[in-house]
Each structure stands twice: as C-alpha cells, then as structure tokens.
C-alpha cells in the first residue's frame, strides 16, 4: 500500500525552530515528487513547494521561499520541513502529498497520496 | 490571493446534480491540466480527478471534470450525503512556476 506518515502534532512558542516529517512506503521514493500544503484554521489549501528526492530538486512558492526549508533523506524514504524561527501565523496543520507529472516540466503534475498532517501551533 | 476563483458554496438535495466552476488564466487553466480534491470534514484532501476529466481508481463515477479554455468545472451527479465537503481545483502557474489551488468550494447536502 502506498503510504505518506507524518509526525506528529507540535507545540511550539514563536522563535523556536521546527522540522517535521513525512516517511513514504510502498512505492520508489525517489522517482515521485513530496509536496508540502498548509492550511491554516478554517481556510482553504496553500502549495507551499515540491522537492523531488532522487536529484533534491526543489520549488518553492513565492509566499513560501525564505520562510521555509524543504529537504530530503532518500535512504529512509522521509521528506522534511522546516523553519529556524517560528511565528505565531505559523500556526496551521501541515500536510506532505506524493506529486506526479508525466510532462516533464510540471505542466501535468497532481498530488495522489496525501499523507494525514501535521498540526503545529506556535503559541507564547 | 489564489488565482483560481471558485464559488464558496454549492448545494443540493440528494440524487441531484451540482456544478462547481473554477476560473483561471492563460497562465495556469489555460496551459496547463485541472486536477480537483475532495477534502471530507476534519479529513486530509484526496485526488478527486486529474488531467481535467480523469477519475482515479476507487472514486466514482458520479465525479466528472472539464476543461474549456481558462476554466474548469466539476460536477457531481447522484448527489449523496456523504459527498458534503469541500472541493478544490488545482492546476500548475507557468508564470508564478508553481501550483496553484482554487479558492474552495464547500457543497452542502440539503
């Protein structure tokens, strides 16, 4: 079965650092791309980035890109992201999604598995 | 501010069919495919259809998507209880090079 695990939820005060995580199985990870979305309290869904684990290729939105680290470590199958100072407009719930696309250059691309979230509250 | 507008709500009664615009540009609807995602309450999003008008295995057929020019549309027939959620549309933005969701579209079962 093809699977996307996440940490678990985080409690966090603003400044402090985070990593979470999202382990794939079930399928060759490093031939798929992780994306990552947010979704903050009673809104809609934000892409926030890809990175493909068999080269580290990553794309970040621009709303994302300084404000976020995507990373991988293909020999255990888990993607990661990160911030070194958390706000408090962090807070959101999290989740990581296997991306695919046949073009080549993204103009295909979809999210197929979608890994259950990560709830991180940022909070003084 | 997403760049795919969708109506906030939609509704229905059961067994009836319900329509859910997504309006884009030239730049992402207009280039690109339109994939959509069911997100159940308190659920993760699930892959409705992709590439426009295709249906993963398992969801059924009452889903069906199009395209025409810079917009797309989602439609389900049959309407059933279980299909209260929200809907939203994606496609990738050439000119902002990323993915881009659609404002969202919650459907209410009456």
């Known amino acids: 079965e093809v699977q996307l695990v996440q940490s678990g939820a985080e409690v966090k005060k603003p400044g402090e650092s985070l990593k979470i995580s999202c382990k794939g199985s079930?399928?060759?990870?490093?031939?798929?791309?992780i994306g990552w979305v947010r979704q903050m309290p009673g809104k809609g869904l934000e892409w926030m980035g890809i990175?493909?684990?068999?080269?580290?290729?990553?794309r970040y939105s621009p709303s994302f890109q300084g404000q976020v680290t995507m990373s991988a470590d293909k020999s255990i199958s888990t993607a990661y992201l990160q911030w070194s100072s958390l706000k408090a407009s962090d807070t959101a719930m999290y989740y990581c999604?296997?991306?695919?696309?046949?073009?080549?250059?993204?103009?295909?691309?979809?999210?197929?598995?979608w890994g259950k979230g990560t709830t991180v509250t940022v909070s003084s | 501010q997403s760049v795919l507008t969708q109506p906030p709500s939609a509704s229905g009664t059961p067994g009836q069919r319900v329509t859910i615009s997504c309006s884009g540009s030239s730049s992402n609807i207009g280039s690109n495919t339109v994939n959509w995602y069911q997100q159940l309450p308190r659920t993760a999003p699930k892959l409705l259809i992709y590439?426009?008008?295709q249906r993963p295995s398992g969801v059924p057929d009452r889903f069906s998507g199009s395209k025409s020019g810079t917009s797309a549309s989602l439609a389900i027939s049959g309407l059933q209880s279980e299909d209260e959620a929200d809907y939203y549309c994606?496609?990738?933005?050439?000119?902002?090079?990323?993915?881009?969701f659609g404002t969202g579209t919650k459907v209410t079962v009456l």
């Open positions: 590439s426009n008008n």
């Open positions: 994606a496609a990738w933005d050439d000119s902002l090079n990323g993915y881009v």
């Open positions: 999604a296997r991306g695919y696309d046949s073009s080549g250059y993204l103009y295909y691309y979809y999210m197929d598995v």
């Open positions: 079930g399928y060759s990870f490093t031939s798929y791309w």
């Open positions: 990175i493909y684990p068999g080269d580290s290729d990553t």
